[in-house]
C-alpha cells in the first residue's frame, strides 16, 4: 500500500476511535469526555498526529513521504519546544541529533513495522502531550498501517 493508501486507512481509523468513544461515553457513562471536554486544539493536534502515525512505519524508506514528514516534523517539533521555552536549546539540539540519527539506522519492515514499535511511539507522543487520548489515536492509527501492509 502506499502512502495515501495508508492515510486513507488511518483517517478511517481515526474516525472509528472517536466513534469508539463517543459510543462508550454515552453508553456507559464512562466520562471518557471526548464529546463535551475535549478541547477543540486538541483535536487539531490529534488529527495531524493521527495520519502521521499512519505513515511513520515508512520512515525507513529513504524515498518515502513519510520519511520526509518525519525529517520536517522532528525540525519543527524541536524548534517550537524550544521557542515555547518548554525545552532548553542544548536539550534540544541533542533531541534533534538523536532522531536523526535514528532515521538513518533502520531497514525496512524491520523493528518500525512491530506492535512494539506502534505502542512505544504512540505512548511518546502520548507523553509529549500529555494527554492519553491523543496517544490512542496515535497507536490506532499506527496500527492501520501494520493491518494495511498485510
Known sequence: M???????????????IYALFLVLDRSFNLMLYMNTLIPLPTLFIAIPIGLYSSVIPDTDIRTSVAYSLSVVFIVAFTWILVILGTISPLLGLIALSLCMVGL???HHRGFMHTLTFAMLFGMG???????????IFSIGC???HL???K
Do not use: Q
Open 2 to 16: 502506499n502512502w495515501k493508501g495508508h492515510m486513507v486507512l488511518g483517517a478511517a481509523t481515526f474516525c472509528g
Open 142 to 144: 499506527a496500527l492501520s
Open 147 to 149: 493491518l494495511g501492509d
Open 125 to 135: 507522543i502520548g507523553i509529549l502531550f500529555a494527554d492519553w487520548r491523543i496517544s
Open 104 to 106: 538513518l539506522i533502520p
